[in-house]
């Protein structure tokens, strides 16, 4: 239920309830969610936590994944997805939106916001997605100065280091800078782009003091994997950063054809989600009611 009409609004900080939830042991299991809608379908669906993509973001306002949107414009996204589940979100940091300073000003910013956990990545401007070619490193002291930057500033915000380094500097490089991060105050570690089950394995094999994220995209690098595969591997966090927005883009591309093809949209009423399973899913009535009570309080 949303936030206004919720009688069981969480009291305790975003980041201590995802550290709860790690605490548990098994897999977390964080499905992207690109706007408020989508939060609450995924809560609806049993998920206790969620993903805020960066690249789901960026699409979302018809850019591309570079490292070119604000802080402030990320919080917007961070705010609607919070505040419309109630849940602790994981948000894709990039790569801090600049150096130390920057980076503690984003942690800041996100947590006032309502995040949950951040990530950041070891790349250099102008990023790209981790699945791509040609990606261009920090120098992994750099990077570790993000993440002492970012511990320093957080209060109670879980810290991901993400590192894209597997692709140019093998699993040797990978894990060096990934040993690197964890000594600078990162909580956990997120290996971009690993390849082969073998590759995830040996990672977690060689990983086995800190928790670790797997992503798990569409039309990437990394294999299909289930979340208890991921588990198997050592894998403590799995996440569908673009999956939502992916279908969603598609399902909207099929209504713009369809209605420009038959002129109306009868022939894909059936795809459509109806008026009553909206107003139910974003509690219209809970709203309506808390509205009606406090007219009636109201003293002439």
């Excluded at 995802?18 to 690109?34: A, D, K």
Aim: hydrophobic share 45%; with cysteine; aromatic share 6%.
């Amino acid at each position: 239920m949303p936030y206004l009409v919720a009688s069981n609004v969480p009291s305790a900080p975003a980041g201590l309830r995802f550290r709860q939830l790690l605490e548990r042991g098994g897999i977390l299991q964080l499905p992207g969610t690109h706007n408020g809608m989508a939060a609450l379908q995924a809560k609806a669906a049993g998920f206790e936590a969620l993903y805020l993509s960066g690249a789901a973001m960026t699409a979302s306002m018809g850019l591309p994944d570079l490292g070119i949107i604000t802080v402030d414009e990320v919080t917007f996204f961070i705010r609607q997805i919070a505040r419309a589940s109630g849940l602790p979100v994981l948000v894709d940091g990039d790569t801090g939106h600049g150096e130390a300073l920057n980076v503690m000003h984003m942690v800041r910013c996100f947590e006032d916001a309502g995040a949950g956990a951040v990530h950041i990545e070891d790349q250099v401007l102008p990023k790209k997605c981790g699945h791509l070619n040609d990606k261009k490193l920090a120098d992994p002291r750099d990077m570790a100065a993000k993440v002492a930057a970012a511990a320093k500033a957080r209060r109670h915000l879980y810290l991901i280091a993400r590192t894209d380094a597997a692709a140019s500097e093998g699993l040797d490089g990978a894990v060096a800078r990934a040993k690197l991060y964890v000594e600078a105050g990162a909580d956990a570690i997120f290996p971009e782009a690993l390849t082969s089950a073998e590759m995830l394995g040996e990672f977690a094999r060689r990983m086995p003091n800190a928790p670790l994220l797997a992503n798990m995209t569409e039309f990437g690098r990394t294999p299909f994997f289930t979340a208890s595969e991921f588990q198997h591997m050592g894998y403590r966090m799995v996440i569908w950063p673009v999956s939502s927005l992916r279908v969603a883009n598609k399902a909207q591309a099929n209504l713009f054809a369809a209605l420009r093809h038959d002129g109306g949209t009868h022939n894909v009423i059936e795809q459509m989600q109806t008026r009553a399973e909206l107003y139910d899913l974003i509690s219209l009535r809970d709203y309506e009611a808390l509205d009606a009570s406090i007219v009636r309080t109201m003293l002439p």
